[in-house]
């Protein structure tokens, strides 16, 4: 069979009858099919460019056909593609190398690196060491709009029930404790003069027994550790407030939790910095590691941990395997990634870009009222869409900016394009930008004047 020659209808025909919907997102009616991409833009079969404003939710960060990387995939391909991971390659062990060098030279801390194949794989494979090192504990702490991954242990901690709800529970279970969103403040507190209120509220948990998270005499926690996202990914990219890690790692230490660092979506420059937990000045006990670590050419993912929980002793040959862990493909372009961002300047690159895609989104904010609320960290950066009072969620107008965006008939300077945006945010309401983090100034300036077409006719 030839589906070349297939026009997009015949495909999508062929897809609604053959395609499990289980593993697939239809944001739009019809679905949109994407024939190549490069750089900042995905093209449709008429090829027209869409500028991609998500980068495959941060997988591709270092943009399209990123050449060197594409490299070093090709030159992996010629001489060891394939080993089974019983037995050892050298770009394994160089990844692991660079990637535990780096926590000791940020962190002062020593610890060891367990590669798998994706995201939530990893975090299954992090629960595994966190329930070992303490002692079989299953009870996991976690945000209030966190995501982890949709496997059955990271989907526990994931605070979306709908993930769960058809599954039941298989030992893992989830607290969920309110994020420091700040816009939408669950305490009706206010930024500038609440002196992190929300870290009291949850160290009053550990003030009696009766809350249900300790036994003051036996000094014991049930719940066996922290899961955060530094920056929330899918929950809106909110940005928590200067001091809020320090302070909530005092209380988890106080208690002897640990602090587990979800790195998938905000890793490898995002933020600015090479993990995003490095904006914030704590250091987490656990940190799990994936997408843009191959910039989307091959699955793999990861976790590093301190020594003390992850030595042969304590963490031994075989409390984890995949087929395609440390597969050879992954941690040669892996390698590179590093490689590359020790050589360029992206802590530089990525704040200056972020900054000027920040007044760019203030100024939207401040033409157009359905922008409730704009923020940024890095190149990771949000735009919470809202009613006329600038405050009320609204995803229906979301869903209409996202659908425009997908038209690919906005045209500027003679030429039609089309804009990818990605849809977050607890009540789905949220723009969240995930650009590539070799965006140039013309890009992003492109965007905006896309973007603002869009607004023009969602509002007109």
């Given amino acids: 069979m030839n589906f070349k020659d297939y026009d997009e209808k015949a495909l999508l025909d062929l897809e609604a009858k053959y395609c499990s ?34 980068m495959w939710y941060s997988a591709v960060n270092f943009g399209y056909g990123n050449q060197r990387l594409n490299n070093a995939l090709k030159r992996q391909i010629d001489s060891l593609p394939q080993l089974a991971s019983q037995y050892l390659h050298s770009e394994k062990i160089e990844l692991a190398t660079a990637l535990c060098r780096h926590m000791e030279d940020s962190h002062q801390i020593k610890g060891r690196v367990h590669f798998n194949v994706g995201g939530s794989q990893a975090v299954e494979d992090s629960l595994k060491l966190v329930r070992n090192f303490c002692g079989g504990k299953s009870f996991m702490l976690a945000f209030e709009g966190g995501y982890h991954g949709r496997t059955i242990g990271a989907s526990s901690i994931t605070s979306s029930y709908r993930y769960r709800r058809r599954y039941g ?25 609440c002196d992190l209120f929300c870290v009291g509220q949850f160290e009053r948990l550990f003030e009696t027994e009766y809350y249900g998270l300790w036994d003051a005499k036996a000094s014991d926690a049930e719940y066996a550790a922290f899961y955060v996202e530094c920056v929330q990914g899918t929950g809106g990219y909110v940005i928590p407030p200067p001091g809020y890690f320090p302070a909530l790692k005092r209380v988890l230490e106080k208690y002897g939790i640990l602090l587990v660092d979800d790195e998938i979506q905000m890793g490898f420059y995002r933020t600015g910095k090479f993990f995003g937990i490095e904006n914030f000045d704590v250091s987490p006990d656990v940190l799990v590691f994936g997408k843009a670590m191959t910039n989307g050419l091959n699955p793999l993912a990861g976790m590093w941990a301190k020594e003390e929980m992850i030595s042969p002793e304590i963490f031994p040959c075989g409390s984890t395997h995949s087929t395609f862990a440390s597969n050879p493909l992954g941690t040669a372009v892996a390698l590179e990634t590093l490689k590359m961002v020790q050589e360029i300047d992206y802590e530089s690159k990525v704040k200056d870009s972020g900054r000027y895609f920040l007044e760019g989104l203030k100024v939207l904010k401040k033409k157009y009222a359905i922008i409730g609320d704009v923020d940024g960290l890095g190149l990771a950066l949000r735009a919470e869409i809202c009613a006329a009072d600038g405050f009320t969620p609204d995803k229906a107008m979301m869903d209409r900016i996202a659908d425009e965006g997908l038209r690919g008939d906005i045209e500027v300077d003679g030429r039609k394009f089309g804009l990818v945006l990605d849809i977050g945010g607890y009540y789905k309401n949220v723009i969240t930008f995930a650009p590539s983090l070799e965006i140039t100034r013309e890009e992003i300036d492109l965007g905006f004047r896309l973007l603002e077409e869009i607004l023009r006719r969602v509002t007109k």
């Fill in 169 to 193: 529970h298989f030992g893992d279970r989830g607290m969920f404790i309110p994020f420091p969103y700040c816009f939408r403040c669950p305490y009706k507190m206010r930024r500038d003069f």
């Fill in 21 to 54: 919907f289980g593993d697939t997102v239809h944001y739009l009616d019809p679905p949109k099919i994407f024939s190549r991409c490069e750089g900042s833009f995905l093209y449709d079969a008429t090829d027209t460019p869409y500028l991609d404003l998500q």
